[in-house]
């Protein structure tokens, strides 16, 4: 393992770890339910700091914004599928500049606020409760690109870019925002749950701009999220207490960034380890074993709608190439 590698793990076990600090006050001054919403602003604003500073701080207010609006029309099926298709549209055509392996984070971590709001103690009206989520999510971003920033100062490390073309990247918005809106339109109206949350999840991962990344990412997904929800069983039979799942969710997560990110490794090494971590942080004591179960079913159904779609975009680019292919004499 070169220097390089070591000093990218270090940097980002440090960062998730100062992630934990507005966690810990946030529960502390009795809102535990914005501790995790605040982890979620954090990894958004680690991954677009990869990129760069700007598009860390960018991400991480965009997210904050996202956040509250979701939070506010998720009793609304058809209005929280339009306004989440909207959101992801927007993020996904970000591939033109080669960002939406950054910017479809904002979208993947606000399934959860959108199909499961997270509870904010002693606030009745919903427009507070809202703006303290997106608050919680822009701040916990900012903190750690604050603490990237102070720590690191102009040595920062980058990840390259792969922009899309303009054709390309507005056909994938155009895909995804409609498929994962129509997704959320259903689950608000029918499954508004965390079970819900993972179908959303699983959509925004597994579309990609080029249908062969879709293809490969698809079973390797598939293959990782049942390898690591093998390895979730013990660790969610642990006697853990809600905080302390969330922090151990925290260093399952900074192992996934670690893999992902840090050691390059194939994406099936990535999702083992985010599994067991997102099972963890986003749930309770009482419901990590239906947790597990609902994310193995949402990855089933997920893995399927992509594989149609794939096939689909597929034929359809084979009808259009023998269409438009040049007669031969």
């Known amino acids: 393992m070169n220097k390089k590698t070591v000093r990218k793990i270090v940097i980002l076990s440090l960062l998730n770890l100062a992630a934990l600090i507005p966690a810990v006050l946030l529960t502390m001054f009795g809102q535990p339910g914005l501790a995790s919403p605040t982890i979620s602003g954090a990894i958004v ?49 970000t591939a033109r500049r080669g960002l939406h392996s950054a910017a479809m984070l904002v979208p993947i971590f606000l399934s959860i606020v959108l199909a499961s709001p997270p509870s904010v103690s002693g606030v009745q009206s919903p427009v507070v409760g809202a703006a303290l989520v997106g608050t919680a999510i822009a701040l916990g971003g900012l903190w750690v690109v604050l603490v990237w920033r102070v720590v690191l100062g ?8 792969q922009p899309v073309g303009p054709r390309t990247s507005a056909v994938y918005a155009g895909v995804a925002g409609v498929v994962v809106g129509a997704a959320a339109w259903l689950i608000l109206g029918v499954d508004s ?12 991962v597994l579309l990609q701009p080029d249908p062969h990344d879709s293809w490969v990412k698809t079973w390797q997904r598939l293959g990782g999220t049942l390898l690591g929800g093998l390895l979730a069983i013990p660790v ?49 004591v009482g419901d990590r074993a239906r947790m597990e179960i609902d994310r193995m079913e949402a990855t089933l159904v997920g893995v399927a709608v992509v594989i149609v779609i794939t096939l689909a975009i597929k034929a359809g680019i084979t009808v259009w190439e023998r269409a438009h292919r040049e007669p031969t004499t």
Request: glycine share 10%; no cysteine.
């Open 193 to 204: 749950s965390q079970g819900g949350a993972w179908l959303l999840v699983t959509l925004l």
């Open 236 to 284: 969610i039979l642990l006697p853990l207490g809600d905080f302390a799942g969330l922090v151990v969710g925290v260093v399952f997560l900074t192992l996934a960034l670690i893999v992902r990110y840090a050691m390059k490794r194939p994406y099936w090494q990535y999702v083992t380890p985010l599994t067991v971590g997102i099972v963890l942080m986003d749930s309770t």
């Open 45 to 93: 604003a680690v991954v677009g700091t990869l990129i760069s500073v700007r598009l860390g701080v960018t991400l991480a207010l965009a997210a904050g914004v996202a956040a509250f609006a979701l939070t506010l029309v998720s009793p609304y099926p058809l209005l929280g599928g339009i306004t989440f298709g909207l959101i992801t549209a927007v993020a996904a055509y």
């Open 154 to 161: 102009s040595e920062l490390p980058s990840m390259p870019v």
